[in-house]
DNA sequence: TCCTCAATGTTGTAATTACAACAGAAATGT
DNA sequence: ACATTTCTGTTGTAATTACAACATTGAGGA
């Protein structure tokens, strides 16, 4: 446990938290860590969630799956990341997607119970860790948006365009890595992958971007 | 103002407050009520939002504006739920969605920063008010997903049906109403509004929906 | 080095959609 | 009651997409 005690309180979950405090919440909130290895369900559809989990490090995939048996790419999630949080704070409320790990991934897990009511010994901590899962998130919510603002444009060139330009201003840089492979980026946007590479090599042909692999650069201001 | 503490005092905002705390923490956090009209901007993209925007009364859309000038409606609100409360937690972050008045509204507004930070008077008040926050934008996080969800249909089809059949299960019944006109339906669903009245009128050939104006009523188990 | 397999790119076709244009219905104001 | 306007439904056509089938590329292992 001592060993993950950097990358945790690098975590905005624990952001504003001295070292000496760290380690006394970890216990109270019950925190341990666990591995999880490619395929692995870290949540599931339907399932009541009651802890908070925390990446540490690796991949996570927030996925779900259609009546009809295609797949959704809700989210992609990284280290300092947190799943499902949504889902802890209404006890009655079932999850609404799957959480799968890409590769090998650790994970913080919390129990939020203990998180939320206060205790004699910790009161100040309790307070401190609730505005940062409230900041937290707000920026899950905003990326939410922004996900359905990607794949709510109306012809595959939009879609792409859009989310380039996003991915694009969120590095602050033309010349960026993308975390999706081509089939995970056209479960993402909702689109057939063979018409997307179609639609990227006609892109490419026109100059307006460039890329090999995952490393995209945009030609224009869009 | 008094006039509106009955509202108020119902939001889940203000959750587990008594009357009489009710009336110092709107004094402390600088609480009044504004009314807006018909097409009135409650929140612009591009914005800083410092601000809490409780409805109290009435409906409001938020929109985005795509590049090419069409519109896309992120969600609908009612009274008791909140506008761009995502938006408050990072202070450096702009808007990224319009909030539009649809008809009369009554919005009560808070100041964040008297809200977050703590006060001698009340600090009791602002951690449950933070966790009412927590809670209430949970629940505005869960729906984004479900939009997702929604408009992540590969057709009109089956757009609808998992519309209709997510909202059945919200209202816990196979008849209920939909907040939106065919137009807001669509922009909601990103999908043309004609091609949509089309395979509404399908489905209700095919008996597996009914419906009259904003009243639907689901047939089949989806 | 060669083989194998997974990822990506390309093409043709059938299905789906957007769009425009218009018709009918319902709501609104006078 | 009538006129006007807004909302909803219908239809044909051009554009876009999904899908299947196959080609190419590239990485990793034997």
Redesign the pocket.
Known sequence: MEKYYSKIKNSPLFCGITDEELEKMLKCFGGYVKKYEDGDMIIRQGETISKIYLILDGEVNVEKETYWGRRIIIQKLYANNNIGLALVASKNIEANINAMCVGHALILILNYEKCSTMCQNACMHHSILIRNLFKILSKENIELIEKIENISQ????DKLLTYLSNESQKHRTNIFEIPF???ELADYL???R??M?????KLKSEGLIDYK?NKFALKVEI
Do not use: C
């Not at 109306?154 to 060139?157: G, N, Q, V």
């Not at 590479?197 to 090599?201: A, D, K, P, V």
């Open positions: 109306k012809t595959i060139r492979n081509r089939q909702n689109i057939d063979s018409a590479s179609f639609e990227l090599s692999k």
